[in-house]
């Protein structure tokens, strides 16, 4: 009976041991798994971070360096493929504006009609100082004008006109005066009308504002009706100078 009553508590004290041991083996791998954790909590940490600092990273403005060759920062940031202003205008010398030849104007355009057109463009005179041939209708656009003088003898050759006994049969298209010359563009509604346009001029000549020398008329067909072209080159010295010099 004594026996198997130190038996048992030997059995008891020897599980109580092993318990105790087991206790402080389980503690221990308890203390190490504590120990751990803020390592693996740290590390997760850091890689959250990461792509914070990557999207920081590219937001934040990198400033171009300078360019090897000293150009323009602007072209050292241009991408590959493109073109830059600053390199458009290295590419484009600055040409200087074309100087008007000596002797010459700027041309301002004087509205043509399409009777006209083939007439006009056709006809050209002899340059008396080169000797070379010049269309007409590049002389007389690049004349000036005349202010104190073109502006009343248009008027007056267009009042006097519409005023003709034969204006009827005529539609006057346009009269230019610059210079030393006046252009009368005029439109017969036949091909009847001719003599008609001459007694114009003519009675035009007897005018005490009339002062033009030499007077040219073209005529050409154009869809049944008659364009006619005049030209009226004006005197150096007015009739009335002229007079009084004799």
Known sequence: MTSSTSKGTAYVSLGLMVG?????????????????????????????SEPANEARATSDPIEPQAPP?????SIASTPEGETSEAE?????????????????VERRAIPVSDAHASIIYSQSTQDEETGERRRIRDILESEERDESWSYFMEQTLRMFIANHADASKFSVFHIECRTTMCEIQVI???????????????DMTV???????????????YQGQLALLTRLTRLTQSPATQQGDQ
């Open 88 to 104: 458009i205008e290295e590419q484009q010398p600055v040409q200087a504006a074309p100087q008007t030849p000596p002797g010459d």
């Open 69 to 73: 060759s000293g150009r323009p920062d």
């Open 188 to 202: 017969g509604f036949d091909e009847s009308t001719s003599p008609d346009w001459s007694r114009i001029l003519y």
């Open 207 to 221: 005018q005490p504002w009339y002062e033009f020398g030499q007077v040219g008329t073209t005529v050409g067909r």
């Open 20 to 48: 105790v041991v087991l206790g402080w083996t389980a503690r221990g791998v308890v203390d190490r798994d504590e120990d751990a954790l803020p390592v693996q909590e740290e590390s997760q940490a850091a890689t959250e």
